[in-house]
């Protein structure tokens, strides 16, 4: 079993920064996908941001509407996967979720309780 804990959401105004982290225990951390969705009201959830662990690098995927504004990373040591959200939009504003999956797997099979994020224009 594996059990996701973010943290990190707030109100914040557009143009600034907030980090979300993901803290994940249960497993062996790198044997695991752990990615980043959203869900805004009235919205389907989306997949934000990902990273798998390769052995010798990280492999990290971004949706096109995120990338270059935010940055999904890790930390070994913490068990804990960050996404630093920069120059923030208030089309932002959703309820984020990490999900992780054994990597290779195409199904998400654990969820956290996600965190609100708003961003005011």
């Known amino acids: 079993q594996v059990q996701l804990v973010e943290s990190g959401g707030g109100l914040v105004q557009a143009g600034e920064s907030l980090r979300l982290s993901c803290t994940v225990s249960?497993?062996?951390?790198?044997?695991?996908?752990i990615s980043w969705f959203r869900q805004a009201p009235g919205k389907e959830r989306e997949f934000v941001a990902g990273i798998t662990w390769n052995w010798s690098t990280d492999i990290r995927n971004y949706a096109d509407s995120v990338k270059g504004r935010f940055t999904i990373s890790r930390d070994n040591a913490q068990n804990t996967v960050y996404l630093q959200m920069n120059s923030l939009k208030p089309e932002d504003t959703a309820a984020y979720y990490c999900?992780?999956?054994?990597?290779?797997?195409?199904?998400?099979?654990?969820w956290g309780q996600g965190t609100q994020v708003t961003v005011s224009s």
């Open positions: 999900a992780a999956k054994r990597t290779g797997n195409a199904k998400y099979e654990y």
């Open positions: 249960g497993r062996t951390f790198n044997s695991y996908t």
